[in-house]
């Protein structure tokens, strides 16, 4: 693949390296596909960062250790005591402060590498804001931990030509894939729908630092590949940091009927016909984004060890973190205890998948 063609990486001017800065990343220019040139390179980007719990606070810190000249951090959670296993950039303090995790960052990458420019936005990533959030950025990293996200990255970055790294990473296994529009398979070629019913969680079936950090390496390598020289390997990787084994899927090759990079059909990017909408006087958020038809049994299951469920066939109940979720059986819920969108979004996000 030709590297300009992929990011038109000479159209860009390369920060030029100063002699402070040829120590301090020495031993990166000493491995000859980056170089003196490829760190320029660095110097110069832009990459953003959406989510930044484990995956995503691996990232910020890797990057900016690596020299990427600007980064962008989008999170719209609060550093928790739970999250401290796993999330390399949170420290005590932040979780007692329950400061919002994109300034956590922020702050913390200041003290990593203040040469780089941070800006921290606390902030749900939604269809009306995802370009003036990622629109300027060379490059995507994926953080977050729900689909719908995803499917708004992937749309966006389709469209805009951007390229991104899908990551994951749930109990011991994770996986990712490298996604460079109009080359490779995107998100959608691969999974043209967002799965349905729920998914297992950090919350509900655990998580390993372990994973988490195997996931978030291979993403960081990806993106230091594709800002130094433009190029990148295709495929998915996924690992199992229990079981230590790793399987490789090479390409996968692009759908020539996908509707997003062929048809460039892109509804992720389209406000949503029914945004989550915070219910007056009640302290409770309504979401809904998607039909999802729920088996309010399997969750029933999944959530027990975690919290009071009730439940019948047509609604569950489940108390957690000070909140209480009524869910529905088409994948509505009502999470009371909050009137900020973006929490209820989140807590759904962690219960529901
Ligand atoms: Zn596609």
């Not at 499917?151 to 790294?165: K, Q």
């Not at 230590?244 to 992720?268: I, L, N, S």
Request: hydrophobic share 40%; aromatic share 6%.
């Amino acid at each position: 693949m030709d590297a300009k063609q992929l990011l038109a990486l000479d159209a860009k001017q390369p920060a030029a390296i100063d002699a402070k800065q040829r120590e301090r990343y020495s031993r990166q220019i000493l491995f000859p596909p980056i170089g003196e040139r490829g760190q320029e390179r660095l110097l110069g980007a832009h990459a953003a960062i959406v989510g930044c719990g484990a995956l995503g606070s691996f990232h910020a810190g890797a990057l900016a250790r690596a020299g990427v000249g600007r980064l962008t951090i989008v999170d719209r959670d609060y550093v928790e005591p739970s999250n401290l296993h796993r999330q390399f950039l949170f420290e005590e303090a932040d979780a007692e402060e329950s400061l919002p995790k994109a300034v956590a960052a922020c702050r913390r990458i200041a003290r990593i590498n203040s040469s780089v420019d941070v800006r921290a936005a606390v902030a749900d990533l939604t269809p009306s804001n995802v370009d003036e959030l990622l629109g300027d950025a060379d490059l995507l990293l994926d953080g977050t931990d729900n689909f719908e996200t995803r499917y708004l990255i992937n749309d966006f970055a389709v469209s805009r030509g951007i390229p991104w790294i899908y990551g994951a990473a749930v109990a011991s296994y994770g996986l990712t894939m490298p996604v460079i529009p109009g080359h490779t398979a995107c998100l959608r070629c691969v999974y043209p729908e967002p799965p349905s019913g729920s998914q297992p969680t950090c919350e509900t079936a655990g998580v390993l630092g372990a994973i988490v950090s195997a996931v978030a390496s291979l993403q960081i390598a990806d993106a230091l590949r594709l800002l130094t020289t433009g190029e990148v390997r295709a495929r998915i990787t996924t690992i199992d940091a229990w079981e230590g084994t790793v399987r490789q899927v090479e390409g996968p090759d692009r759908d020539p009927e996908c509707p997003c990079c062929a048809r460039r059909e892109f509804p992720h990017l389209e406000e949503r016909a029914r945004p989550p909408v915070s219910l007056c006087g009640r302290n409770a958020v309504q979401v809904h984004e998607r039909e999802r038809p729920l088996d309010l049994e399997t969750l029933r299951t999944r959530l027990e060890p975690l919290g009071p469920v009730r439940s019948n066939e047509y609604v569950l109940r489940f108390a957690v973190e000070g909140y209480e979720m009524t869910v529905f059986s088409d994948g509505r819920a009502i999470i009371k205890g909050t009137s900020d969108t973006g929490i209820a979004r989140s807590v759904y996000a962690r219960y529901i998948g």
